[in-house]
């Protein structure tokens, strides 16, 4: 389940809802962070029913993920001098 903070249960569907678009998305980013759960969260979406917002763990081409963090740049340098390779850089 969702973190709770923020949400509330929408009254037509009674599913977690979140007043914003960026409240859902934290809460979706959260979500993200706990690999171990059966059902993920993927992505959000606006209630049909009201001014609010939803998670769901359905693909679709609308998806709403937050942004991913840049990847580090490693120096894998190391590797090419044991493997007796000119350094790729």
Not at 25 to 31: D, F, G, N, V
Not at 42 to 71: A, D, I, N, Q
Request: proline share 8%; aromatic share 6%.
């Amino acid at each position: 389940m969702p973190q709770k903070t923020n949400s509330v249960r929408c009254k037509a569907t009674g599913k977690l809802s979140w007043k914003t678009e960026q409240d859902a998305i934290t809460a979706l980013a959260k979500t993200l962070l706990k690999r171990d759960r059966p059902k993920q969260e993927r992505r959000v979406y606006k209630c049909e029913y009201g001014e609010h917002w939803h998670l769901t763990s359905m693909f679709s081409k609308e998806s709403v993920l937050p942004p991913m963090p840049p990847t580090p740049k490693r120096d894998l340098s190391g590797f090419d001098r044991v493997l007796g390779r000119a350094s790729s850089e």
